[in-house]
């Protein structure tokens, strides 16, 4: 079954090149891949280079910046195909990002074929 890790943390605290987090990351990453659960994976860009995009009455309206203003911030995501739920959390424990925010792990709705 597919999983999305999402990652939430402090965006003050973005793993720079060469420290202990981002090598973790990779780390973790690689085990990830390696173990044939990976699906997809991306880090993002800051909250500030967000744009969010509403649509009433057909009318298209944006605006800069992440919909809500909150502590800890959407900051990338794993996609598993994990055995079940425990098999996801397990995963979602490694995220060297747990130790500083929250992982949120939702199930990927299938649909059926049309």
Known sequence: MKYLLLI???EDVTPEPGTDM??????????LATSGKLLAGEALE??????????RDGKTLT?????AETNEVLGGFYMVDAT????????AAKIP?????KIEV????????M
């Open 22 to 31: 981002t090598e973790a990351y990779y780390k973790y990453t690689n085990d």
């Open 106 to 113: 939702r199930p990927v709705h299938e649909f059926p074929d």
């Open 8 to 10: 939430y943390t402090p």
């Open 84 to 91: 079940d739920l425990d098999d996801a959390i397990a995963w």
């Open 46 to 55: 800051r909250s500030d280079t967000a744009t969010t995009v509403t649509v």
């Open 63 to 67: 605006t800069d910046g992440p919909f």
């Open 97 to 101: 990002g747990a130790t500083i925010g």
